[in-house]
């Protein structure tokens, strides 16, 4: 029976769990019935939905014992859910078989309480075991399978798999505590552990014990739990504090959420729907593999939870619980795709979801801001995705300004806006402090009218499809025709002696720029780079080359120069020099760096530069 070794990534974890996480080390006890209970739930829709388990004895229940003997202190907790074979058992408890693995450790910062959280979110809980025990062993048989296995770990070095005998299937996990775990050997506190985390568990929870009567030991079972379905209870019968501590128990968060969501519907349709925002948003939310987490229940029989349908995908930081009585308990994943049943649950869920975002909005500004740094994104990916509820996402948009860097919503920015301003203009870049020192602000700011600062790329694409809010029409002022309608005569005079110029300029660049045009937005600069109307920005065109799209073809810009500015006014008069070709490039260079553009040759930058230095000095 030779030992193997666990993954790199689990004994970092364990490390981390061991030394320096879970605070609160008696939630391990929370972790193992929670694990139980998921078991428990699986074998129940098998029993229900498939042939070959039908005919199976099944009453689920959870089991705990100890022993506080001088020489023997241990745990053990019983279950009779699905139970694992030996390709389980590697998968489940000596690897962590999930994607974004690696990038989860990089994110461990070493701060015990924000790392505790990521481990919670990465659902690791059995690992939590070792933080009491100095050995666990896992003795399980698969429901339908013969054959039964004994897992063996100290946490540290690896661990051993063998086959064992085993009457029932189900899994036991027993844990030889150490110094830090014999304390959990004692009726009264596992009784107040139980009823503190796991009271909500749907399934029997007994724990045995021995009382002396009459100077004889006698064994006694009691059942810890109500095991009643947390979910169906009415919500005046809930505190905050259940609701927090059944989130806590559903998700394997260490964190309460930052809001729930309970409600219940009867009459045409019969369901009941839980859901929780986490405070902090699941490690893996940006991945396209990443795991749903609203589990799916029928007439309070687990189903799924491995559902992307169930909530649509902007919506994927929810965790939850949908409940309902119109569905049969065999139904199968392929008719859930298509269930009306099912899709018009969704649909209501999901307006009564981003109706109670919409009230902590209206309720609590800075818990709401808390909310949106969060998930900010996904619920602009909305925006795009849900054009039912493409009115409400908008209301809960929040952006920083050329103003100020205070959080408004578009609501606000309409009711800032000049007496005259019909658009509500926004301009995109890749970094809040350049963007708001941009050149294609001057105008805005002289006038003293507010820009939508976006500097998150997916701003990008979403502003692209999106092209009103309410009777007000977005402009980008990365596009050369944004400012018209806050120009004025004296800005739409344009300078006739700047058209040989412009010209000369245009035999310099000559391809590097789609045309060369006065400004009516600069005041400071003397030049910027646009897009055309028509076209994508460069900012757009350089997203799409990330994502490998090459063979888009490029838009060549607009540069705008400023016939106010004294460089302009110089190179009118030297325009025969053999400075004024450098004079020319390096004033479209300095625009592609205003933008965060790449130059083409830095160091043909350099040297033109050092000449033009060396000609002034």
């Given amino acids: 029976m030779a030992k193997q070794k666990f993954r790199t990534e689990v004994s970092q974890l364990l490390h981390l ?3 320096s996480l879970y605070s609160n080390k008696e939630i ?3 972790e193992l019935i929670s694990n139980a209970s998921d ?53 489940n408890l000596g690897t962590i078989a999930r994607s974004g693995t690696k990038k989860f450790i990089e994110n461990l910062s070493g701060d015990s309480k924000k790392d505790s959280n990521l481990i919670g979110q990465f659902g690791v809980g059995f690992y939590s075991s070792f933080m009491v025990a100095d050995s666990v062993e896992v003795t399980t048989k698969k429901a339908g399978e ?48 139980i009823k503190k985390y796991s009271d909500h568990i749907a399934f029997p929870i007994y724990l045995h014990y021995t009382e002396k009567k009459d100077e004889k030991e006698e064994q ?61 948003a699941p490690f893996d939310m940006q991945n396209a593999d990443y795991k749903p987490g609203v589990k799916l229940y029928v007439k309070r029989v687990f189903i799924t939870d491995d559902d992307k349908e169930l909530m649509p995908v902007y919506l994927r930081f929810l965790r939850g619980i949908i409940d309902t009585e119109d569905l049969p308990l065999n139904v199968s994943r392929e008719i859930l795709q298509k269930n009306k049943v099912l899709d018009k649950i969704k649909r209501n869920s999901v307006k009564k979801v981003l109706k109670a975002i919409e009230n902590l909005a209206k309720k609590d500004k800075s818990k709401y801001l808390e909310f949106y740094m969060q998930y900010g994104v996904p619920i602009k990916e909305g925006l795009y995705q849900d054009y039912e509820n493409r009115e409400l996402l908008m209301d809960l948009l929040r952006f920083r300004t050329n103003k100020s860097n205070e959080w408004i919503s578009l609501a606000d920015y309409v009711s800032n806006m000049k007496k005259d301003q019909k658009s509500i203009f926004y301009i995109t870049g890749e970094n809040y402090d350049t963007i708001k020192s941009s050149p294609l602000l001057e105008a805005c700011n002289k006038k003293d009218v507010e820009v939508l600062i976006m500097d998150n790329e997916i701003d990008e694409f979403v502003f692209s499809s999106v092209s009103k809010y309410k009777e007000h029409n977005f402009k980008s002022v990365n ?139």
Wanted: neutral net charge; contains cysteine.
């Fill in 479 to 617: 596009h050369s025709d944004a400012l018209e309608e806050l120009q004025n005569d004296d800005d739409k005079k344009d300078s006739n002696s700047c058209d040989p110029l412009i010209k000369k300029m245009k035999s310099v660049l000559g391809d590097k720029v789609k045309d060369i045009k006065i400004s009516t937005r600069l005041t400071d600069s003397p030049s910027c780079l646009v897009a055309d109307s028509s076209d994508p920005t460069a900012q757009m065109q350089k997203m799409f080359q990330q994502m490998g799209q090459m063979n888009m073809p490029a838009a060549k810009p607009i540069l705008e120069i400023n016939p106010k500015h004294k460089i302009v006014k110089k190179m009118l008069k030297m325009s025969k020099t053999k400075q004024f070709k450098d004079s020319v490039l390096l004033v479209y260079e300095q625009a592609l760096l205003a933008e965060n553009l790449k130059l083409e040759n830095p160091n043909e930058f350099i040297s033109r530069l050092n000449r033009v230095l060396e000609k002034s000095l």
């Fill in 28 to 30: 391990f006890l929370r």
């Fill in 146 to 193: 013969k054959t039964a296995f004994l897992w063996k770990s100290d946490g540290k070095t690896g661990f051993t798999i063998k086959e064992v005998k085993k009457d029932s299937y189900g899994t036991e996990i027993k844990l030889f505590l150490n110094d830090q775990g014999s304390e959990y050997t004692d009726k009264w506190s596992l009784e107040n552990i």
């Fill in 17 to 19: 769990i061991i030394h």
């Fill in 220 to 280: 006694i079972v009691d059942q810890v739990n109500s095991a009643s379905a947390f979910w169906k209870r009415s919500k005046s019968s809930l505190k905050k504090k259940d609701y927090n501590e059944f989130y806590k128990t559903f998700s394997n968060d260490n964190e309460n959420p930052l809001l729930h969501l309970h409600t219940s519907a009867e009459g045409t349709l019969d369901y009941t729907t839980l859901f929780f925002v986490p405070k902090v």
């Fill in 39 to 91: 078991a428990m739930d699986k074998l129940r829709y098998l029993t229900t939905s498939d042939n070959n388990y039908k005919s199976l004895e099944f009453n689920p229940q959870i089991d705990i014992k100890f022993d506080n003997t001088e020489k023997n202190k241990t745990l053990t907790i019983s279950d009779n859910g699905i139970g694992m074979n030996k390709a389980d058992l590697v998968e």
